[in-house]
Nanobody, 123 residues
Framework: QVQLVESGGGLVQAGGSLRLSCTAS???????LGWFRQAPGKEREFVAT????????WYADSVKGRFTISRDNAKNTTYLQMNSLKPEDTAVYYC?????????????????WGQGTQVTVSP
């Protein structure tokens, strides 16, 4: 089992920045740590994912160039640095872990999920 705990959400004005953190604990091997988001009335969508080593990253086109995913292996923590935020980035952001390879951007491919953290971007 893997436990994921997110933090760092909040309210920010458009153009601002936030950094989300996700700390993992447990004994199951993880291949990828990802971030997804879900806005009211919409399906959960892929934001970014990173290999366990931190060497390789993938991004949704909508956040490429604005968001950066990274890992601190010593702290078992994955970060999502979000810059140039837009009102359409408003959503609950979820951290997720995938045990097996290869990488996927489908939410159904992730085995473990955090509780979610709200990000609200005002115009």
């Amino acid at each position: 089992q893997v436990q994921l705990v997110e933090s760092g959400g909040g309210l920010v004005q458009a153009g601002g920045s936030l950094r989300l953190s996700c700390t993992a604990s447990g004994r199951t091997f993880i291949s990828y740590l990802g971030w997804f988001r879900q806005a009211p009335g919409k399906e959960r969508e892929f934001v970014a994912t990173v290999s366990w080593s931190g060497a390789t990253t993938w991004y949704a086109d909508s956040v490429k160039g604005r968001f950066t995913i990274s890992r601190d292996n010593a702290k078992n923590t994955t970060y999502l640095q979000m810059n140039s935020l837009k009102p359409e980035d408003t959503a609950v952001y979820y951290c997720a872990a995938r045990s097996i390879r290869p990488v996927t951007m489908r939410a159904s491919g992730y085995d473990y999920w955090g509780q979610g953290t709200q990000v609200t971007v005002s115009p």
